[in-house]
Nanobody, 120 residues
């Protein structure tokens, strides 16, 4: 089974860009039909899909985040990275990375989540 683990800062300030890495083990991020997603959950809110990067490096973004989000990858480290700029208090959330197999309709594997708190 694929395992994912988020890492990065737990506190961010308005001048900073959030940077989170998702380290993947048990499978390659370049394996066919795998899509590597970032999802978050704000306090008292539901899950929000931020975007993903595909096995061949293509990215897709939720239009809500598109203007301030970049997802990239480092295939040598088998990890993918979320960048989120222009932070506001509303970006306080638990951030998850997850895997989707492109021929399925659901997120198969999830990280434990990384709590990120906006701190003025």
């Amino acid at each position: 089974q694929v395992q994912l683990q988020e890492s990065g800062p737990g506190l961010v300030k308005p001048s900073q860009t959030l940077s989170l890495a998702c380290s993947v083990s048990g499978g390659s991020i370049t394996a066919n039909y795998n899509y590597w997603s970032w999802i978050r959950q704000r306090p008292g809110k539901g899950l929000e899909w931020i975007g993903d990067i595909s096995y061949n490096g293509n990215t897709r973004y939720n239009p809500f985040f598109k203007s301030r989000t970049v997802i990239s990858r480092d295939t040598s480290k088998n990890q993918f990275i979320l960048y989120l700029s222009t932070l506001t208090p509303e970006d306080t959330a638990v951030y998850y990375c997850a895997k989707v197999w492109g021929l399925s309709a659901y997120f198969q594997d999830w990280g434990q989540g990384k709590s990120v708190t906006y701190s003025p």
